[in-house]
RNA sequence: AGGACUAUAGCUCAGUUGGUUAGAGCGCUACCUUGACAUGGUAGAGGUCCCCAGUUCGAAUCUGGGUAGUCCUACCA
C-alpha cells in the first residue's frame, strides 16, 4: 500500500466493479426499504445540493442493503419543462434559428437530441459520488410508462371532476409566453413609484385623486373604489369618474377591501391586471378589460396612441400624457413587491386566459389528514407547520403551460369548442361518437413539469400496472428532500398518490438545509461563489476555477469582483480531496435541517481522517500478514485488557451509529466513526497494540489474541463506516478482511455490524481509563516543563489502593512504553518520596521526580493553576452544599454525587497544598 | 402583517428527559521526524452559553419579554 491515501486510484475502479456485478439492485427478503430520488433535471448537472441530498440517501441506502433488507433506490431524470426547452432555444438562438420557425415537432427533436447529448452529465456525476441506485430501473419522467401514467391521471381526474378549464387571471410570464403556477413567481422588494393621479368626476367640477405604482394600467380601469364607510366619498358613490385619455366612464363604488387610510382612500380598479381588482370586478360585475398581448405590449382595447406600445414605455407615455393634461398630482418614492418569473426572471403579468386546473382544495383534504395522523411524518418536525399553513389555504394548481417540450394535454376540440379528454384522438371519436368528417384538434398546451414528478413513488414502480414493484415497495421508506420544494412537490405527491394509491407515497419525509458557501451565502453562478462536488473530488486549479466561475458573465465588473474574491479564497486553486472525504464532511454538517455553510477547513480535516485510516491499516496489515492472527474461532487465543476493552468501545459506537442514522443525525454518527477511529483505535488501541506484539515475555495465545483484535476491529468498523465511505472502506476491506477469515468480491453486501451487549466489558473501560489517566498524567508534567520526549524516566506511586497497586501489576508494561519511562515504584504509605511534580488519579500520587528535569518555578506554577482550578469547584460544590433548600429537594443520588465530588476535591486540594510545600522548600 | 428557525471558543458546529469540570473539528501556542501516518504525535491556551426578567434546590437547556440575523407565506393600490 501507498503511504499516502490516493483516492482518485480507487475510486473509479471500485464503482464500474459495484456497478457491473449488479449489486445495486435489491436482493433480499420481504424486509423493503425504498428511497426514491428526487429526480434531478436530465440535462442539468450536480450541484452541491445534489451532493448533499445524494449522499445522504446513499447512506440510508447502503446501511439497510447491508442490514439485510430488500433495498431498492429508485433512480431517475426529471424532463424539466420550462429549464429544458430555455436551454434549447436558447441554443438555437445562437444558431439564428427560433422555436417557432422551426415549429413543434422539429423543436421537440431537438430538444430530444439535446437530451440525448447532455442527459448522462448529471448521472456520470451521481456515480461519481458513489451512490448505489438501481441504474438498471433508471425513469425518466417522459418514458412511455410514465407519460402513461400521467395520461391516465389527468383522464380519471378530468372525468371525476378534479381538473377543470376554466378562464381566470393567471400568472403570465411575457418572456416564456406561458402561465406559470403561483410557486413559480418570486416577489422581491424593488425600488419603484407611485403616482398619484386626478381623476375628474363626470359631470360636475372637481376629482378624486388615486394612487398607482402601475400608470399604465389605468387605460383598463373599469372603476374607482372607495371604502363604504369612507366619509369624504359617501356622497360619491354610485357616480362616475371620466377615465382620462380614454374618453371611457367609470362607476366610484364602495368595497370594505378599500383601507381607508392608505393614500387618498381612493384605489384605481383595473380588473383585468390584478389579482385583487379581479376579485373585486367579479363581486360588482364590472367589465375585465383586458389591454395586453401575450408579450406584455398594449392591444387594441387601448386608444390608439397606445397600441403596440411595450408595457414600459407606455407606463412612461400614460405619466407624461397625463401630466400634460395637469392629472399628474404628485410621484412618490415607493418599495413594492415586484413579481418576476422564477426561471425568465422578467415581471409577470396577472393576464386573463383559459388554462387548466387542480381543484387542490378538494384533493388537499386527506393529505392533511395523513400528516395529522402521523401516516407520514415529517423530519424535523416544525416542516408539518409550514405544510398544513399551505395546505389549508391552498389555491387550485394551474397545470397548463404554453410549452412544447412536455406532456401534451389529451384533450380535444371541436370547432363549437366542446372539449373531449381521452388517451387519443381515436379513443376520443369512439368515446362520444364523433363523426369521422368533425374536425378535431389537440390542446397545444403542456402538463407543468410538477405534474408528472407528482406520480414519481408509483409510476416509476410500474402504474397504473399493478406490478411486484408496486406491491413490494410502495409506500417507499423515506423521502429525501430540500424544504424548497414541499410545496412543489411533497406536497402534491401526497395528494396524488393517496388520491391514486389509497396510500402514502412515503412514511417519512426527511428535510435537509441548503448548502451555502464559507460566507452563508447561497451559492448561484452570478454571485460567482459555486461550488462543484466534482471539483471538491478531483482538485482544481485555480486558473481553471477562476475560469469556470466568471464564465458567460455578462458584466466585466462583477466577472473582476468574481474573479478577485476566488483567488483570495482559494489561492492554491482546491486539492484533490475525494468522494470519501466529500461525502464525511456532507454527513458532518447535516444536523436537524439547518443550513450548512460549506467550509474548505472541514473536508481537509475529513481528508486526513481518510489517510489516517489507511495507515492505520497499514499499520496492522504490516503486523499480521503472514502472521499468526487466530481466525478460527477455535484458536487458543488469550485476550488482554486493551483487547477487551476496544471490542466493547466498539460496541458501544456501533450502537451509536445505529441510534443516530435511526433519527437521521447524520452528523452524530459521523462524530461517533470519527472518535471511535482516531481517538481510540488508532491513538490508543494501536499504541498499546504495540507493547503487546512486541513483548517477548508474552505468549503466543496472547499475541495471537492481539493481532485477532487488531485485525477483526478493523473488518468490523470497516464495515461499520461503509455507508459513509464507500471506497476507502471497500479498497481496505479487500486486504484485511481475508486474514480475519473472511472472503468477500464486496464489503458492500456484508452484513452491518449490530452491537452485542455481551461484549461490552465495563471492567475493561475502567481499567483502561485508570491506565489513560496516568499516562497523561505524566505527558502533561513533561509537557509543561518541557522535558525531552526522548528522557526516559522513573516515576513513583503513592497512596494508590489495591486495586491501584493491582493495576500497575498488570500493565506496567503498556505504562512504561506509553509514558516513555524508565521504572515504576511503588511506594507504601509513609515512605520517603524525593521531590517530585504530582499528577492525581483519583487517590492515586504519581509522583516525577524534579532532580535535573523540573524547573521549581514552573512546577509551583502550574500546581497554583491546578489549586486554582479544584478551588473554584470546591466552592460550587460547597455552595450547593450549605443549601439546606439542595439537601431537602435535590434527589438523593444527585446530593450523594455532590458530597463525593466535595471529598474528593478536599482531598485533591490538601494533596496539591503538600506539594506546594515540598516544593518551595528545595 | 403572520409564521418558522438561528444566536455556545477566533471560525464552523454538537450539547437528548434541567444536575458536565460546557464539548468536537479547524485555527492558534510550545515541544517532537519515536519503525502506520508531519494529511502525523504529545501537551496547552481560548467561553459573560445574545440581553433582561421569571419558574426551580439547581437553567446553555424550561417560560415570558427584548435585540440581532436568516428564511417562508401573504400583501396596500
Same mark, same amino acid.
Given at each position: 500500500? %501507498?503511504?499516502?491515501?490516493?483516492?482518485?486510484?480507487?475510486? !473509479?475502479?471500485?464503482?464500474?466493479?459495484?456497478?457491473?456485478?449488479?449489486?445495486?439492485?435489491?436482493?433480499?427478503?420481504?424486509?423493503?426499504?425504498?428511497?426514491?430520488?428526487?429526480?434531478?433535471?436530465? !440535462?442539468?448537472?450536480?450541484?452541491?445540493?445534489?451532493?448533499?441530498?445524494?449522499?445522504?440517501?446513499?447512506?440510508?441506502?447502503?446501511?439497510?442493503?447491508?442490514?439485510?433488507?430488500?433495498?431498492?433506490?429508485?433512480?431517475?431524470?426529471?424532463?424539466?419543462?420550462?429549464?429544458?426547452?430555455?436551454?434549447?432555444?436558447?441554443?438555437?438562438?445562437?444558431?439564428?434559428?427560433?422555436?417557432?420557425?422551426?415549429?413543434?415537432?422539429?423543436?421537440?427533436?431537438?430538444?430530444?437530441?439535446?437530451?440525448?447529448?447532455?442527459?448522462?452529465?448529471?448521472?456520470?456525476?451521481?456515480?461519481?459520488?458513489?451512490?448505489?441506485?438501481?441504474?438498471?430501473?433508471?425513469?425518466?419522467?417522459?418514458?412511455?410508462?410514465?407519460?402513461?401514467?400521467?395520461?391516465?391521471?389527468?383522464?380519471?381526474?378530468?372525468?371525476?371532476?378534479?381538473?377543470?378549464?376554466?378562464?381566470?387571471?393567471?400568472?403570465?410570464?411575457?418572456?416564456?409566453?406561458?402561465?406559470?403556477?403561483?410557486?413559480?413567481?418570486?416577489?422581491?422588494?424593488?425600488?419603484?413609484?407611485?403616482?398619484?393621479?386626478?381623476?375628474?368626476?363626470?359631470?360636475?367640477?372637481?376629482?378624486?385623486?388615486?394612487?398607482?405604482?402601475?400608470?399604465?394600467?389605468?387605460?383598463?380601469?373599469?372603476?374607482?373604489?372607495?371604502?363604504?364607510?369612507?366619509?369624504?366619498?359617501?356622497?360619491?358613490?354610485?357616480?362616475?369618474?371620466?377615465?382620462?385619455?380614454?374618453?371611457?366612464?367609470?362607476?366610484?363604488?364602495?368595497?370594505?377591501?378599500?383601507?381607508?387610510?392608505?393614500?387618498?382612500?381612493?384605489?384605481?380598479?383595473?380588473?383585468?391586471?390584478?389579482?385583487?381588482?379581479?376579485?373585486?370586478?367579479?363581486?360588482?360585475?364590472?367589465?375585465?378589460?383586458?389591454?395586453?398581448?401575450?408579450?406584455?405590449?398594449?392591444?387594441?382595447?387601448?386608444?390608439?396612441?397606445?397600441?403596440?406600445?411595450?408595457?414600459?414605455?407606455?407606463?412612461?407615455?400614460?405619466?407624461?400624457?397625463?401630466?400634460?393634461?395637469?392629472?399628474?398630482?404628485?410621484?412618490?418614492?415607493?418599495?413594492?413587491?415586484?413579481?418576476?418569473?422564477?426561471?425568465?426572471?422578467?415581471?409577470?403579468?396577472?393576464?386573463?386566459?383559459?388554462?387548466?386546473?387542480?381543484?387542490? &382544495?378538494?384533493?388537499?383534504?386527506?393529505?392533511?389528514?395523513?400528516?395529522?395522523?402521523?401516516?407520514?411524518?415529517?423530519?424535523?418536525?416544525?416542516?408539518?407547520?409550514?405544510?398544513?399553513?399551505?395546505?389549508?389555504?391552498?389555491?387550485?394548481?394551474?397545470?397548463?403551460?404554453?410549452?412544447?417540450?412536455?406532456?401534451?394535454?389529451?384533450?380535444?376540440?371541436?370547432?363549437?369548442?366542446?372539449?373531449?379528454?381521452?388517451?387519443?384522438?381515436?379513443?376520443?371519436?369512439?368515446?362520444?361518437?364523433?363523426?369521422?368528417?368533425?374536425?378535431?384538434?389537440? =390542446?397545444?398546451?403542456?402538463?407543468?413539469?410538477?405534474?408528472?414528478?407528482?406520480?414519481?413513488?408509483?409510476?416509476?414502480?410500474?402504474?397504473?400496472?399493478?406490478?411486484?414493484?408496486?406491491?413490494?415497495?410502495?409506500?417507499?421508506?423515506?423521502?429525501?428532500?430540500?424544504?424548497?420544494?414541499?410545496?412543489?412537490?411533497?406536497? &402534491?405527491?401526497?395528494?396524488?398518490?393517496?388520491?391514486?394509491?389509497?396510500?402514502?407515497?412515503?412514511?417519512?419525509?426527511?428535510?435537509?438545509?441548503?448548502?451555502?458557501?464559507?460566507?452563508?451565502?447561497?451559492?448561484?453562478?452570478?454571485?460567482?461563489?459555486?461550488?462543484?462536488?466534482? =471539483?471538491?473530488?478531483?482538485? /482544481?486549479?485555480?486558473?481553471?476555477?477562476?475560469?469556470?466561475?466568471?464564465?458567460?458573465?455578462?458584466?466585466?465588473?462583477?466577472?473582476?469582483?468574481?474573479?478577485?474574491?476566488?483567488?483570495?479564497?482559494?489561492?492554491?486553486?482546491?486539492?484533490?480531496?475525494?468522494?470519501?472525504?466529500?461525502?464525511?464532511?456532507?454527513?458532518?454538517?447535516?444536523?436537524?435541517?439547518?443550513?450548512?455553510?460549506?467550509?474548505?477547513?472541514?473536508?481537509?480535516?475529513?481528508?486526513?481522517?481518510?489517510?489516517?485510516?489507511?495507515?492505520?491499516?497499514?499499520?496492522?496489515?504490516?503486523?499480521?500478514?503472514?502472521?499468526?492472527?487466530?481466525?478460527?474461532?477455535?484458536?487458543?487465543?488469550?485476550?488482554?485488557?486493551?483487547?477487551?476493552?476496544?471490542?466493547?468501545?466498539?460496541?458501544?459506537?456501533?450502537?451509536?451509529?445505529?441510534?443516530?442514522?435511526?433519527?437521521?443525525?447524520?452528523?452524530?454518527?459521523?462524530?461517533?466513526?470519527?472518535?471511535?477511529?482516531?481517538?481510540?483505535?488508532?491513538?490508543?488501541?494501536?499504541?498499546?497494540?504495540?507493547?503487546?506484539?512486541?513483548?517477548?515475555?508474552?505468549?503466543?495465545?496472547?499475541?495471537?489474541?492481539?493481532?485477532?483484535?487488531?485485525?477483526?476491529?478493523?473488518?468490523?468498523?470497516?464495515?461499520?463506516?461503509?455507508?459513509?465511505?464507500?471506497?476507502?472502506?471497500?479498497?481496505?476491506?479487500?486486504?484485511?478482511?481475508?486474514?480475519?477469515?473472511?472472503?468477500?468480491?464486496? /464489503?458492500?453486501?456484508?452484513?452491518?455490524?449490530?452491537?452485542?451487549?455481551?461484549?461490552? =466489558?465495563?471492567?475493561?473501560?475502567?481499567?483502561?481509563?485508570?491506565?489513560?489517566?496516568? /499516562?497523561?498524567?505524566? &505527558?502533561?508534567?513533561?509537557?509543561?516543563?518541557?522535558?525531552?520526549?526522548?528522557?526516559?524516566?522513573?516515576?513513583?506511586?503513592?497512596?494508590?489502593?489495591?486495586?491501584?497497586?493491582?493495576?500497575?501489576?498488570?500493565?506496567?508494561?503498556?505504562?512504561?512504553?506509553?509514558? &516513555?519511562?524508565?521504572?515504576?515504584?511503588?511506594?507504601?504509605?509513609?515512605?520517603?518520596?524525593?521531590?517530585?511534580?504530582?499528577?492525581?488519579?483519583?487517590?492515586?500520587?504519581?509522583?516525577?521526580?524534579?532532580?535535573?528535569?523540573?524547573?521549581?518555578?514552573? %512546577?509551583?506554577?502550574?500546581?497554583?493553576?491546578?489549586?486554582?482550578?479544584?478551588?473554584?469547584?470546591?466552592?460550587?460544590?460547597?455552595?450547593?452544599?450549605?443549601?439546606?433548600?439542595?439537601?431537602?429537594?435535590?434527589?438523593?443520588?444527585?446530593?450523594?454525587?455532590?458530597?463525593?465530588?466535595?471529598?474528593?476535591?478536599?482531598?485533591?486540594?490538601?494533596?496539591?497544598?503538600?506539594?506546594?510545600?515540598?516544593?518551595?522548600?528545595?
Amino acid at each position: 500500500m %501507498e503511504k499516502t491515501f490516493q483516492p482518485a486510484a480507487i475510486e !473509479t475502479h471500485w464503482y464500474e466493479q459495484w456497478e457491473r456485478q449488479g449489486y445495486f439492485a435489491p436482493q433480499g427478503g420481504d424486509n423493503a426499504y425504498c428511497i426514491m430520488i428526487p429526480p434531478p433535471n436530465v !440535462t442539468g448537472s450536480l450541484h452541491m445540493g445534489h451532493g448533499f441530498q445524494q449522499t445522504i440517501m446513499d447512506a440510508l441506502i447502503r446501511y439497510h442493503r447491508m442490514a439485510g433488507h430488500n433495498t431498492l433506490w429508485q433512480v431517475g431524470t426529471d424532463h424539466a419543462g420550462i429549464a429544458t426547452q430555455m436551454v434549447v432555444e436558447r441554443k438555437l438562438d445562437a444558431e439564428g434559428v427560433s422555436r417557432q420557425e422551426l415549429g413543434r415537432e422539429a423543436f421537440i427533436e431537438k430538444v430530444w437530441e439535446w437530451k440525448a447529448e447532455s442527459g448522462g452529465t448529471i448521472t456520470r456525476q451521481l456515480r461519481r459520488l458513489g451512490a448505489s441506485p438501481d441504474w438498471s430501473r433508471e425513469r425518466f419522467t417522459m418514458d412511455p410508462g410514465l407519460s402513461h401514467a400521467v395520461q391516465e391521471v389527468f383522464i380519471e381526474l378530468y372525468r371525476e371532476g378534479l381538473i377543470y378549464r376554466g378562464q381566470r387571471l393567471v400568472n403570465w410570464d411575457p418572456a416564456l409566453h406561458t402561465a406559470i403556477s403561483d410557486l413559480e413567481v418570486v416577489s422581491e422588494e424593488e425600488k419603484g413609484s407611485l403616482w398619484h393621479f386626478r381623476y375628474p368626476l363626470a359631470g360636475s367640477e372637481g376629482h378624486l385623486v388615486v394612487a398607482t405604482t402601475r400608470p399604465e394600467t389605468m387605460l383598463g380601469d373599469s372603476a374607482v373604489a372607495v371604502h363604504p364607510e369612507d366619509e369624504r366619498y359617501q356622497h360619491l358613490i354610485g357616480r362616475f369618474i371620466e377615465l382620462p385619455l380614454t374618453g371611457r366612464e367609470i362607476p366610484i363604488i364602495a368595497d370594505d377591501y378599500v383601507d381607508r387610510d392608505f393614500g387618498t382612500g381612493c384605489v384605481k380598479i383595473t380588473p383585468a391586471h390584478d389579482f385583487n381588482d379581479y376579485d373585486m370586478g367579479k363581486r360588482h360585475g364590472l367589465p375585465m378589460i383586458n389591454i395586453l398581448t401575450d408579450d406584455a405590449t398594449l392591444n387594441d382595447e387601448v386608444p390608439e396612441a397606445y397600441r403596440g406600445m411595450e408595457r414600459f414605455d407606455a407606463r412612461s407615455k400614460v405619466v407624461a400624457d397625463l401630466d400634460a393634461l395637469g392629472l399628474l398630482d404628485r410621484v412618490e418614492d415607493h418599495t413594492l413587491k415586484v413579481p418576476r418569473g422564477d426561471r425568465s426572471g422578467v415581471v409577470i403579468e396577472p393576464y386573463l386566459t383559459r388554462q387548466w386546473y387542480v381543484d387542490a &382544495r378538494a384533493m388537499a383534504k386527506p393529505a392533511i389528514a395523513a400528516v395529522e395522523t402521523g401516516s407520514i411524518e415529517f423530519v424535523p418536525r416544525q416542516w408539518e407547520n409550514t405544510y398544513f399553513a399551505w395546505m389549508r389555504d391552498i389555491q387550485d394548481w394551474c397545470i397548463s403551460r404554453q410549452l412544447w417540450w412536455g406532456h401534451r394535454i389529451p384533450a380535444w376540440y371541436d370547432e363549437s369548442g366542446n372539449i373531449y379528454v381521452g388517451a387519443s384522438e381515436a379513443a376520443v371519436r369512439q368515446e362520444h361518437g364523433l363523426d369521422s368528417e368533425l374536425a378535431l384538434r389537440q =390542446d397545444d398546451d403542456v402538463l407543468d413539469t410538477w405534474f408528472s414528478s407528482a406520480l414519481w413513488t408509483f409510476s416509476t414502480l410500474g402504474w397504473p400496472e399493478d406490478t411486484e414493484e408496486l406491491r413490494a415497495f410502495h409506500p417507499t421508506s423515506v423521502l429525501v428532500t430540500g424544504f424548497d420544494i414541499i410545496f412543489f412537490w411533497v406536497a &402534491r405527491m401526497i395528494m396524488m398518490t393517496l388520491h391514486f394509491r389509497k396510500e402514502v407515497p412515503f412514511h417519512k419525509v426527511y428535510v435537509h438545509g441548503l448548502v451555502r458557501d464559507a460566507e452563508g451565502q447561497k451559492m448561484s453562478k452570478s454571485k460567482g461563489n459555486v461550488l462543484d462536488p466534482i =471539483d471538491l473530488i478531483d482538485g /482544481i486549479d485555480l486558473e481553471d476555477l477562476v475560469a469556470k466561475r466568471t464564465s458567460g458573465m455578462m458584466q466585466p465588473k462583477l466577472a473582476q469582483r468574481v474573479e478577485k474574491a476566488t483567488r483570495k479564497q482559494f489561492p492554491e486553486g482546491i486539492a484533490a480531496y475525494g468522494t470519501d472525504a466529500l461525502r464525511f464532511t456532507f454527513y458532518s454538517l447535516a444536523s436537524t435541517g439547518r443550513d450548512i455553510k460549506f467550509d474548505i477547513g472541514r473536508i481537509e480535516g475529513y481528508r486526513n481522517f481518510c489517510n489516517k485510516i489507511w495507515n492505520a491499516a497499514r499499520y496492522v496489515l504490516m503486523n499480521c500478514e503472514g502472521e499468526d492472527c487466530g481466525t478460527g474461532d477455535e484458536d487458543d487465543v488469550e485476550l488482554g485488557l486493551a483487547d477487551r476493552w476496544i471490542i466493547s468501545q466498539l460496541q458501544s459506537t456501533e450502537a451509536e451509529v445505529a441510534r443516530t442514522i435511526a433519527s437521521y443525525r447524520f452528523d452524530l454518527a459521523s462524530q461517533a466513526l470519527y472518535e471511535f477511529i482516531w481517538n481510540q483505535y488508532c491513538d490508543w488501541y494501536l499504541e498499546l497494540s504495540k507493547p503487546a506484539l512486541q513483548d517477548e515475555a508474552a505468549s503466543p495465545q496472547a499475541r495471537r489474541g492481539t493481532r485477532r483484535t487488531l485485525i477483526r476491529v478493523m473488518e468490523t468498523w470497516l464495515r461499520l463506516l461503509h455507508p459513509f465511505m464507500p471506497f476507502i472502506t471497500e479498497e481496505i476491506w479487500q486486504n484485511v478482511a481475508p486474514l480475519a477469515g473472511k472472503r468477500a468480491d464486496t /464489503i458492500m453486501l456484508q452484513p452491518y455490524p449490530v452491537a452485542d451487549d455481551k461484549a461490552v =466489558d465495563n471492567a475493561a473501560n475502567a481499567d483502561i481509563e485508570w491506565l489513560k489517566g496516568v /499516562i497523561v498524567g505524566i &505527558r502533561t508534567i513533561r509537557g509543561e516543563m518541557n522535558i525531552p520526549p526522548a528522557r526516559t524516566l522513573t516515576v513513583y506511586l503513592r497512596n494508590g489502593d489495591n486495586k491501584d497497586q493491582q493495576r500497575l501489576g498488570e500493565n506496567a508494561t503498556f505504562l512504561k512504553k506509553l509514558a &516513555r519511562l524508565e521504572a515504576i515504584e511503588w511506594l507504601e504509605p509513609g515512605a520517603e518520596a524525593p521531590a517530585a511534580a504530582t499528577a492525581l488519579v483519583g487517590a492515586l500520587e504519581v509522583l516525577v521526580p524534579m532532580a535535573g528535569l523540573i524547573d521549581k518555578k514552573a %512546577e509551583l506554577d502550574r500546581l497554583a493553576r491546578e489549586v486554582q482550578k479544584v478551588e473554584n469547584d470546591l466552592k460550587r460544590v460547597e455552595g450547593k452544599l450549605n443549601n439546606p433548600a439542595f439537601i431537602d429537594r435535590a434527589p438523593a443520588e444527585v446530593v450523594a454525587k455532590e458530597r463525593e465530588k466535595l471529598q474528593s476535591l478536599q482531598q485533591a486540594l490538601t494533596k496539591l497544598h503538600e506539594q506546594q510545600e515540598t516544593i518551595r522548600r528545595l
